[in-house]
């Protein structure tokens, strides 16, 4: 009967697979479309350096990590390579003023966000029939290191790590509403860095290694390593590591999936631990984030620290810090429903078709 149930749940997780494959090839970006956003990303660096004349206009988060779905939002940062620049908010007002009058787009300036930017956006048209939504920020080195270690991980391995990420992308997305950091539940880099917490340290033996904690290959200073007083190295010569790392894990991409919900549905410790890339399964106290007891007067931290990831190089910030109880509670309800529907094994296209009904 143990070998039926193995080959049973072998067939299942063969069928499951390719499913997963051909669910997310289709929602991938066009060829189409990619030229348009850098065509996009051209006109508006073209625009900005009428203002700065030494900025770049650089491309971060999906469309540059290789974990971007059709229509995704583009995430653009502007680098300024001069001494004397403007601050960001200023930046913003100017830009703005720019962009709504020698451009089609809708603009919306941000000047006094917590980090200030401009946002952007096209209606549909007929050579655009989804419209475009961005957003420009300025100086936001960080943002443009972590999305090259998404993107390092990625390359690391494209079929599991790209499956999973983008399905959990669409599944939390727009099948499941869980996807909004504005509403209480977590954002898309959020659930990336989810994704690749257990890969590094869940899953025995790990299917990815850490970046952030392999040697260097030859010394190098403290300057170079650090944006901001936060360490940003990590071991992203990915042909080497090709060459002399291989995972000794063969789980499919449907194994990967079904264990994926299980550790969060029942075995991560939301309330003691932090989930980090970098350091592994870390205890809320030992960062000075533990929940405060309700009715005191750090009501606010507890509402920030309900859920805890940290983020991979500006490690006293809590990526999950809008994740409120009760998108805690709806996150987690939808990890058990994924649970329970492919512990049930059903036929593995209505499997995909069910987990991310509206
Ligand atoms: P989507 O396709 O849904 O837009 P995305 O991969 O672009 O997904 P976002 O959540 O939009 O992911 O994040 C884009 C980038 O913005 C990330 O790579 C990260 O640099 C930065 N970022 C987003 N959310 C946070 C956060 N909570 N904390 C820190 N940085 C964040
Ligand atoms: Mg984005």
Redesign the pocket.
Same mark, same amino acid.
């Given at each position: 009967a143990q070998r039926r149930h193995a080959s049973k749940h072998r067939f299942f997780a063969v069928e499951l697979s390719q499913a997963l494959f051909d669910f997310v090839i289709q929602l991938l970006p066009t060829q189409e479309e990619m030229a348009v956003k850098e065509d996009v990303r051209k006109l508006l660096e073209r625009l900005i350096r009428t203002i700065e004349p030494d900025s770049r206009l650089l491309s &971060?988060?999906?469309?540059a990590?290789g &974990?971007?779905?059709r229509n995704?939002?583009m995430?653009l940062c502007c680098l300024i390579d001069s001494d004397e620049r403007l601050s960001a908010s200023d930046m913003v007002t100017m830009l703005g003023d720019l962009l709504e009058r020698e451009t089609k787009f809708n603009v919306k300036p941000l000047p006094h966000a917590r980090i200030p930017i401009v946002k952007l956006s096209l209606d549909p048209s007929p050579g655009l029939p989804l419209g475009i939504a961005c957003d420009i920020g300025f100086e936001n080195r960080?943002?443009l290191e972590?999305?090259r270690l998404?993107m390092c991980y990625a390359m690391i391995d494209p079929t599991r790590v790209r499956t999973l990420v983008l399905f959990l992308?669409v599944w939390s997305?727009r099948s499941r509403s869980i996807?909004s950091?504005y509403q209480g539940t977590l954002?898309?880099?959020?659930y990336?860095l989810l994704v690749i917490y257990f890969l590094i340290h869940v899953k025995n033996p790990p299917v990815l290694p850490n970046l952030q904690q392999m040697p260097p290959l030859r010394p190098i200073s403290q300057e170079d390593t650090h944006i901001g007083g936060h360490n940003t190295w990590f071991f992203d010569d990915i042909e080497l590591l090709r060459q002399r790392w291989q995972s000794s894990n063969t789980d499919s991409v449907a194994d990967l999936l079904i264990d994926f919900f299980r550790y969060y549905s029942r075995d991560f410790t939301y309330n003691t631990g932090v989930a980090s890339i970098r350091g592994g399964l870390l205890k809320k106290e030992s960062k000075g984030w533990q929940n405060e007891l309700s009715g005191s007067r750090y009501n606010d931290s507890r509402e920030r620290n309900r859920f805890c990831i940290e983020?991979p190089f500006?490690i006293d &910030?809590n990526?999950a810090?809008?994740v409120t109880k009760e998108g805690l509670y709806q996150i987690r309800g939808e990890f058990m429903r994924a649970s329970r529907i492919l512990a049930m094994r059903p036929r593995a296209v209505a499997a995909l078709a069910q987990l991310c009904e509206e």
């Open positions: &971060f988060g999906s469309t990590n &974990f971007s779905l995704s939002d995430d960080l943002a972590n999305t998404l992308k997305k996807n950091p954002s898309s880099y959020g990336v983020d500006e &910030f990526v810090r809008c």
